[in-house]
């Protein structure tokens, strides 16, 4: 392989990504917390679309426990989008041709 031939083909994977990155800020993913009673939807962009909560656990006199369901929530859609995320940049990542020394993945 010569080094203009891996040139091209990193600029192609380069905008490969650019356009992966694009439909990942696009896709959700959703988690839960407490058995289900606290759900959140959550962009590959991490950003919040929506967060359901249950009824049966909104107590005034507990509300420590409601936040900490939410976060639970959040962090494990934080994770399940980082994961999603992690898996369709290494379909693009694996074009690239194995280089001595270099590391492309992410």
């Given at each position: 392989?010569?080094?203009?031939?891996?040139?091209?083909?990193?600029?192609?994977?380069?905008?490969?990504?650019?356009?992966v990155?694009?439909?990942?800020?696009?896709?959700?993913?959703?988690?839960?917390?407490?058995?289900?009673?606290?759900?959140?939807?959550?962009?590959?962009?991490?950003?919040?679309?929506?967060?359901n909560?249950?009824?049966?656990?909104?107590?005034?006199?507990?509300?420590?426990?409601?936040?900490?369901?939410?976060?639970?929530?959040?962090?494990?859609?934080?994770q399940?989008?980082?994961?999603?995320?992690?898996?369709?940049?290494?379909?693009?990542?694996?074009?690239?041709?194995?280089?001595?020394?270099?590391?492309?993945?992410?």
């Open positions: 392989m010569n080094i203009q031939s891996i040139m091209q083909q990193a600029q192609k994977v380069q905008q490969e990504m650019e356009r990155k694009g439909e990942i800020a696009q896709k959700t993913v959703s988690a839960e917390s407490g058995g289900g009673m606290v759900k959140v939807t959550m962009t590959g962009a991490n950003r919040v679309v929506s967060i909560i249950s009824k049966e656990i909104v107590d005034p006199e507990d509300m420590e426990m409601m936040e900490d369901l939410i976060v639970a929530a959040v962090n494990n859609a934080s399940a989008a980082s994961e999603m995320a992690d898996s369709e940049m290494k379909k693009v990542t694996g074009m690239l041709p194995k280089i001595p020394g270099m590391d492309f993945g992410m």
